[in-house]
């Protein structure tokens, strides 16, 4: 008789990786978001419910934790076969700022570096602004997607919803923002950027800031000439 053994391990677990065959499972889409919901609730997830699991970014235990935590407050409310909120909620971003606290430090250490490059990012950006190489990227960035936390984009990354980017943005102290904005631009100059790209992070700075007025200045005129629409979002 043969035996076939199915081991799962959570992403940072002690383990071996090199016996049987290893399948990553990715981010779950929306429609088995809510047939998890579905089977934990014994009833189909409404509209506020469904937007509120979906800032999970397709991790199930993210949602399942999720939901446990809007049983325990008593906010889902059961009529007709549909659980559903009354509205729209934060408590998303508690679960999600939670799950990265129990990661490694360096996975939270580089997403905050990372959200603040945007959304979306390129690697060769982010380990430049981090002021270390790829190499170095290789475990917290692996662990960020195996959690779920981070998803592949065809020339980068990027957060998984963009609550979560919020939810990383906003722990960064203001000061320290600004500052992490102005490495951007500089950063961003020296690689060779647009200017929009470059703009975006100089209007982070403090007005007061006459060198970062003047950049921010000079890059609005050469996006009006080539972009008007930039110009004008800008």
């Given at each position: 008789?043969?035996w076939?053994?199915v081991l799962?391990?959570r ?6 990786a090199?016996?049987?065959v290893?399948?990553e499972?990715g981010?779950?889409d929306s ?6 919901a579905?089977g934990?609730?014994?009833a189909?997830p409404?509209?506020?419910?469904m937007?509120e699991?979906?800032?999970c970014?397709?991790?199930?235990l ?11 407050e008593?906010?889902?409310e ?13 408590r998303?971003?508690?679960?999600l700022t939670r799950?990265?606290?129990s990661l ?10 990372a959200?603040v490059l945007?959304q ?5 950006e ?7 190489s790829?190499?170095d ?7 960020a997607?195996?959690a779920g936390?981070?998803?592949?984009r065809?020339h980068?990354?990027?957060f998984s ?9 906003d ?5 320290l923002?600004?500052?992490l904005?102005?490495?951007a631009?500089?950063?961003l100059?020296?690689r060779?950027a647009t200017p929009g790209r470059?703009?975006r992070h100089l ?7 006459r060198q970062?007025?003047g950049?921010f200045a000079?890059?609005g005129r050469?996006i009006?000439a ?8 800008l």
């Amino acid at each position: 008789r043969r035996w076939r053994f199915v081991l799962a391990r959570r992403p940072g677990a002690s383990g071996s990786a090199e016996l049987g065959v290893r399948v990553e499972l990715g981010p779950w889409d929306s429609a088995s978001v809510g047939a998890l919901a579905s089977g934990l609730l014994k009833a189909r997830p409404g509209r506020h419910l469904m937007r509120e699991l979906e800032a999970c970014g397709g991790n199930p235990l993210l949602v399942t934790e999720l939901l446990r935590q809007l049983q325990w407050e008593g906010v889902i409310e059961t009529s007709g076969g549909v659980a559903d909120m009354s509205a729209p909620s934060s408590r998303a971003t508690a679960v999600l700022t939670r799950r990265i606290d129990s990661l490694p430090e360096s996975v939270g250490q580089t997403l905050t570096l990372a959200s603040v490059l945007g959304q979306t990012f390129a690697v060769p950006e982010l380990a430049a602004l981090a002021g270390s190489s790829a190499r170095d990227l290789v475990q917290p960035l692996s662990s960020a997607k195996s959690a779920g936390l981070v998803v592949e984009r065809a020339h980068g990354l990027a957060f998984s919803h963009a609550l979560l980017h919020e939810a990383v943005y906003d722990r960064i102290p203001a000061p320290l923002r600004r500052e992490l904005h102005r490495d951007a631009a500089a950063m961003l100059e020296a690689r060779g950027a647009t200017p929009g790209r470059i703009a975006r992070h100089l209007a982070e700075i403090p007005d007061d800031d006459r060198q970062a007025v003047g950049r921010f200045a000079a890059a609005g005129r050469e996006i009006l000439a080539r972009a008007p629409d930039e110009a004008a979002a800008l």
